[in-house]
């Protein structure tokens, strides 16, 4: 994979159906670039993507069935919460009175009832990453990436929010991978740790 004079050669790694994986390693050292090309928006010179026993290496980004949290939520500062929530909906096709049962389910699952009318600026980081969350499991997706979720967080803030990462991922068995530095995950329990760093990826 390769994005202007960067690129990554020769990596190969598997994270277990409904585990729970994060990669770590030093800035620039590709990290958001393998998640980004996972989700679609990157192509690849040579090599293959599998969810499971499906091949996605050439499937359209809407086909990979990949929910994703971008650094720092990264959320449409001209829209409210809840319509944040129904983005990936309507671009789905899905009929307005399923997206708005989805959009009350995800409500309550996460608990923004408090800010759901609220515009991104009037937010505080939990509640920004709460509701790029929610928008990432709005259309049901069986894998989610998420980058640096936690960065912008207190140390309350993210045991709040990976409390509530890992509930939701039980309950709707996700498999998960996240791209941290945060060294509050190397005090969790988390099923598979990888390191990228000068183009070798290891488990750790």
Known sequence: MQQGDFQLTDLSFTVPKHGFATLEGPNGSGKTTLLE?????HSMRAG???LDDREITLSPVHQRNIGYVPQQGILFQHLKVYQQL??????RGWHRSLREK???ELIDLLRLHA???AYPAS??????QKTALAR????RPEYLLLDEPTAALDTDAKMQFYQLLRAIASQQSLTILCVTHDRFFRDQKIDH??????GILTLI
Do not use: D, M, Y
């Open 123 to 128: 937010l505080s980081g939990g509640e920004i």
């Open 193 to 198: 740790r990888f390191r990228l760093e000068k």
């Open 115 to 117: 800010f759901v009318s």
């Open 48 to 50: 293959k993507i599998f």
């Open 102 to 104: 989805r959009c009350e």
């Open 86 to 91: 129904e983005i990936p909906l309507i671009a």
């Open 136 to 139: 990432a499991l709005s259309f």
């Open 37 to 41: 090309t996972i989700l679609g928006l």
